[in-house]
């Protein structure tokens, strides 16, 4: 038993050494030191492995399970990113704003063979709720994006729109839109769109954005379905992955950085949307955060999960507001057809 304890309390302090690694991840750019972005994304499984710790040493009641204890209480903020404790606040119809954010996957069937979410069966597969703003990633292009978009302008109520041809971001709103500006970055369908909105008499800026995707799903796919650890080729996409990750993590970092600026000349209040292909430990995360909050940490309950694909855990679907809004709600949804969960959150401008 005393050999047992020694190897669980060794375990234990790499488990604790690990999760420090991660709290420092969302502090260092990925060009500059891109091996502890890894350890940020193992969080919410240091996370897990801390809580079970906990767990496992309070039932062989030994002292030990303060180390991980301790770790977790200095990284509370890093636990409400991903477990949320809160209720909704109610406040009066007229002065609030509920929006959604959500990539849509082009509106296809992510475990159907890809197929396109039919014209006759976008009211079941999409139901519109009662939102006064929507972000999309992910919409259709060319054909398709008409008959979507006429559906959620006509169904949804919505008096302005913002979507091309060409590319992926969409954004419906209720609010008549004053300016607005689209980006999309070089050779990518992934970027970013603003839109000035006049919401009872006061002017916003909202953002709906989308980084560099890390392209890793297929492989994480069959890696899930088909994989062995026994065989190389299982490794050898495993090491695909990683490389992938560390290669579009620093292109991630440096678009977040770009956004930042963006949003730093903005002279309305903000509100952030959109799929950040990034957990909160992350450099990318913390760049675009930084002055805003984080609706779910002030509002959500449950688990924060966002991503529904074989790669399990992942938060990466965000809504963020300024100083000048206050957070009243906010819940994930679920999708019949996208790997991504729809975001919902509810805001009003503090008097």
Known sequence: MGRLTRLLRWFNLLLVLATFLAYLAPLVSPAQFWPLSFFGLLYPWLLLGNILCILGWLALRKYYFIFSAGCLLMGWGHVQSYI?????????????????????????????NREWVSESSLPEAFPLGDWDI???????????????????????????????????????????IEAHDTHY?????????????????????????????????KIADQVAEDGSLEEKKTWL?????????????????????????KIKESPYP???????????????????SR??????????????????????????????AGPQFEVLSHRIGRSSFSDHYPVYSTVRLRE
């Open 237 to 261: 996409s495993i090491r695909k992955i990683m490389g992938r990750y560390m290669r579009t993590t620093i292109m991630r970092a440096n678009q977040a950085e770009e956004i930042a600026e």
């Open 270 to 288: 903000v509100l952030l949307c959109g799929d950040f292909n990034e957990i909160p430990q992350s450099y990318a995360y913390h760049t675009l």
């Open 84 to 112: 949320g404790l809160h209720f909704a606040q109610a406040a009066p119809a007229d002065s609030t704003i509920h929006l959604m954010t959500f990539n849509c996957y082009d509106f296809r069937y992510h475990d159907k």
């Open 185 to 217: 970055f070089p050779n990518r369908s992934n970027g970013y769109q603003y839109a000035d909105l006049k919401i009872n008499g006061n002017t916003i800026r909202l953002f709906n954005i989308h980084l560099q995707s890390s392209s890793v799903s």
């Open 134 to 176: 929507i972000c999309f990633q992910e919409f259709p292009t060319r054909g398709r994006n008409q008959y979507v978009g006429k559906y959620i302008k006509e169904k949804g109520s919505m008096k302005s729109a913002i979507y091309q041809t060409g590319g992926g971001l969409a954004l419906f709103s209720r609010y008549p």
């Open 291 to 320: 002055g805003l909050q984080d609706a779910f940490k002030a509002r959500g309950r449950g688990l924060g999960i966002t991503y529904g694909g074989k790669i399990p855990a992942l938060r990466i679907d965000y809504v963020m």
